[in-house]
């Protein structure tokens, strides 16, 4: 059974920068594509970044310069930096993974879901 697992969402000024986390275990971390997906309320989910099992990522272009993906393998950990948060950025956000090799932009696609950490962003 694959446990995803959120957090270090907060609130934030404009500007600011936060680290979210999602731990997992070592098989998931080394071998499934994994995503950060965010929701909005009144929008649908959507993609913010993806990561394959090699390693190679793929941001939304609202997010490109600003956000981060990246795996700890030592902890078994996605982790995913944002700096110069927009209020834009407001949105519930959730760790996704699917065990393929390549990954996938939506949320359809995805087998397994944590819970969602809140991040709020205020100008």
């Known amino acids: 059974q694959v446990q995803l697992v959120e957090s270090g969402g907060a609130s934030v000024q404009a500007g600011g920068s936060l680290r979210l986390s999602c731990a997992t275990s070592?098989?998931?971390?080394?071998?499934?594509?994994m995503a950060w997906f965010r929701q909005a309320p009144g929008k649908e989910r959507e993609r913010v970044a993806t990561?394959?099992?090699?390693?190679?990522?793929v941001y939304a272009d609202s997010v490109k310069g600003r956000f981060t993906l990246s795996k700890d393998g030592a902890a078994n950990t996605l982790v995913l930096q944002v700096i110069n948060a927009k209020p834009e950025d407001t949105a519930m956000y959730y760790c996704?993974?699917?065990?393929?090799?390549?990954?996938?932009?939506?949320?359809?696609?995805?087998?397994?879901w944590g819970q969602g950490t809140q991040v709020t962003v205020s100008s």
């Open positions: 996704a993974a699917r065990a393929t090799r390549w990954c996938s932009s939506s949320p359809r696609d995805y087998n397994y």
């Open positions: 070592d098989d998931t971390i080394r071998s499934y594509c």
């Open positions: 990561i394959t099992r090699h390693g190679e990522t």
